[in-house]
């Protein structure tokens, strides 16, 4: 029977089973359950609740406190202990004090806990991110994680897939973050609700990490259930740490192609991770994205999307380049090429958020802090930060930002009587600069 | 189980930061997440929510983020039950997950604020009181009905063993 590469994945953790069908409900092994130090919480009190004494596998839990750290307050202080006291409990190695942590999506791919063909929850509706190097991961909430820290499992339903193909050749400036802004667009908020979409074309193939970590990110911005891209050369590159500095050199590959839970539910033999010539597809779009422009979603949703040209009479009071979504180390790259010898505009502020520790290095050693700071911007430890109205940049009212962040909703950068406009990081540096929004071009 | 109250109306996408900003997830208490449910997009509704009220929505109710504090500040203002087009998935599994029924109910434009409803839950039917209607809803998936029937999620899995 043919399958999408997402079946393929799901019909290898769920043991016992012959074949698999999108509609059905399936009980299926993981490989790593994720929460950070909002979602954490929760899922802690219902694990204590239900009496269970051991977590199903200390290496598979990953803890990240990353939304409200370094703590921003009090309360915010006494949930990120939370984490930490549980992690020691259940001597869970995969739990990170701010020293080594990073904004959860970009740390674990980054330090080897992600692999092709893994099945991965995580308490955050951006755990859709890790789909960039052919996973199946996917969002959900606090008991649905301490469901899976005691037993190692999670019911699904499969999902069916819709497949993007993207052809054409990108313009200068144009990038991962542009191509899903557009999708989501064209498609809506919920357009994939419920679904997959396979990332796919020779736009795709062509891609690098970082852009393609950035579309699989904001699947859930359209309603998905997870996004996914067929590994490929640029994934196994990425993986072996070729060209990828930031690639964690000593992380042993304990996950292997397909993950444990495979291995031990199904025997050895790897999936072959593509999607079968004829597998079935709910939908299949197709776009040429040759002369499409960087794109800008405009409040209050990220479906809001629109070219850039459009938009260059909205004045901006805040520029943020960061997230899960931007805040890897080719986003500050991006920016820095147009902050070089640059002045921000004097009434703009202007925050960059490097993703993970180890991309503030890596951005300390190629001088991108310091063009950065040059040019009138301010750094801030690697936090989910102003992305939710958390801190590091709350507006005010009447307050427009642009942000590579990934959700524009009414409020949640702070005021609901703020503004934001989502774009990619060259976007969001040109229009630091100009003081509205701007096309790169322009600078 | 029969649940009976008087609507809220909200249209399509309202997402988890309407129903609860990112700024209250510093605590996990339902009536503290309750008092502030919805306070961006209707500033009053915590004060005028009375318990076993129904908030009728339109499609793609709780979008956005995985935050669970979402459905658990519904349940704490004293909301009994959602009926929306269509809900988001993650919102979908929290609220099954945490024991706050949902309806998906595509006539729920026919439905005006401030309704009284009576729903009866195990039949799938949603009585309109004040507009003398009924009408026949989807049931839930039978696994689904099994997690609630079990009392949510975590109850189930303990009887799995």
Redesign the interface.
């Known amino acids: 029977m043919p399958y999408t590469i997402t079946e393929k994945i799901l019909l290898a953790h769920t043991p016992g089973k012959k074949d698999i069908h999108p509609g059905e409900?399936i009980w299926a092994k993981i490989d790593l359950a994720l929460a950070n130090d909002?979602?954490a919480?929760?899922a802690i009190?219902?694990f204590k609740?239900?009496g269970a004494k051991k977590v199903f596998d200390t290496k598979r839990i990953v803890l990240v406190p990353d939304?409200?750290t370094p703590a921003k307050?009090l309360?915010?202080a006494n949930?990120a202990r939370m984490l930490a006291d549980f992690a020691r409990e259940y001597k869970i190695t995969n739990y990170f004090e701010v020293g080594q942590m990073g904004v959860e999506h970009a740390l674990l791919p980054e330090i080897g806990l992600i692999r092709p063909g893994d099945l991965i929850i995580?308490?955050?509706?951006h755990?859709c991110t890790y789909g960039a190097l052919g996973a199946f991961s996917t969002?959900?909430?606090?008991?649905?994680i301490?469901?899976g820290w005691?037993?190692g499992g999670v019911?699904l339903?499969v999902p069916e897939t819709i497949k993007f193909i993207y052809k054409g050749k990108l313009k200068k400036w144009v990038g991962g973050k542009d191509l899903i802004l557009y999708t989501i667009g064209d498609i809506g908020?919920?357009g994939a609700?419920?679904k997959a979409m396979e990332f796919s074309g020779p736009v795709i193939e062509a891609l690098g990490m970082d852009d393609r970590f950035a579309m699989c990110n904001m699947a859930?911005e359209a309603?998905g259930?997870s996004g996914i891209v067929q590994p490929d050369k640029t994934t196994e590159s990425y993986l072996k740490g070729q060209g990828f500095p930031l690639r964690h050199p000593t992380t042993k590959q304990w996950y292997g192609f397909g993950g444990q839970a495979r291995v031990k539910g199904q025997g050895k033999k790897r999936i072959d991770l593509k999607s079968d010539k004829d597998a079935k597809y709910s939908d299949i779009k197709e776009y040429d994205i040759s002369k499409m422009e960087p794109q800008v979603a405009c409040p209050h949703?990220p479906s809001n999307a629109k070219p850039v040209s459009q938009l260059k009479g909205v004045k901006i009071d805040q520029a943020v380049i960061g997230s899960c979504t931007n805040g890897r180390i080719s986003d500050l790259r991006m920016a820095a090429k147009i902050f070089k010898n640059r002045k921000v505009q004097s009434t703009v502020n202007a925050i960059i958020i490097p993703a993970t520790q180890a991309i503030y290095k890596q951005a300390i050693k190629e001088g991108l802090i310091e063009i950065f700071v040059d040019a009138g911007c301010v750094i801030s430890t690697p936090s989910c930060g102003p992305c939710?109205?958390?801190h590091c940049g709350i507006l005010a009212d009447g307050q427009t930002a642009i942000a590579t962040t990934n959700?524009n909703?009414?409020?949640?950068m702070g005021s609901?009587k703020s503004f934001v406009y989502l774009s990619n990081p060259a976007v969001a540096a040109a229009s630091a600069i100009k003081g509205r929004i701007a096309h790169p071009e322009e600078i | 189980m029969i649940l009976k109250g008087k609507t809220h109306k909200f249209g399509d996408d309202v997402n988890t930061d309407d129903i609860i900003a990112a700024k209250y997830l510093v605590s996990t208490d339902p009536a503290e997440l309750g008092s502030k449910c919805m306070e961006t997009i209707s500033p009053y509704f915590s004060k005028s929510v009375s318990q076993g009220d129904i908030i009728v929505a339109g499609k793609n109710f709780g979008c956005g983020s995985s935050r669970e504090h979402a459905p658990v500040a519904i349940k704490g203002v004293g909301i009994s039950c959602v009926i929306a087009k269509s809900f988001a998935r993650i919102f979908y599994r929290n609220s099954i997950n945490i024991g706050l029924p949902i309806i998906e109910f595509n006539s729920a434009d026919e439905i005006n604020a401030g309704d009284e409803l009576e729903i009866d839950l195990a039949e799938g039917q949603i009585k309109n009181i004040t507009q003398s209607k009924t009408y026949k809803t989807e049931k839930f998936p039978a696994f689904m009905e099994k997690i609630v029937e079990s009392g949510g999620l975590m109850r189930w899995i303990k009887m799995l063993g």
């Open positions: 409900f909002i979602t919480p929760i009190e219902e609740k239900s939304h409200f307050d309360r915010s949930q995580g308490a955050d509706s755990t969002g959900m909430g606090s008991t649905d301490a469901a005691i037993t019911w339903r908020v919920d609700l419920y859930i309603g259930k949703l939710l109205g958390g959700r909703f009414l409020g949640r609901p």
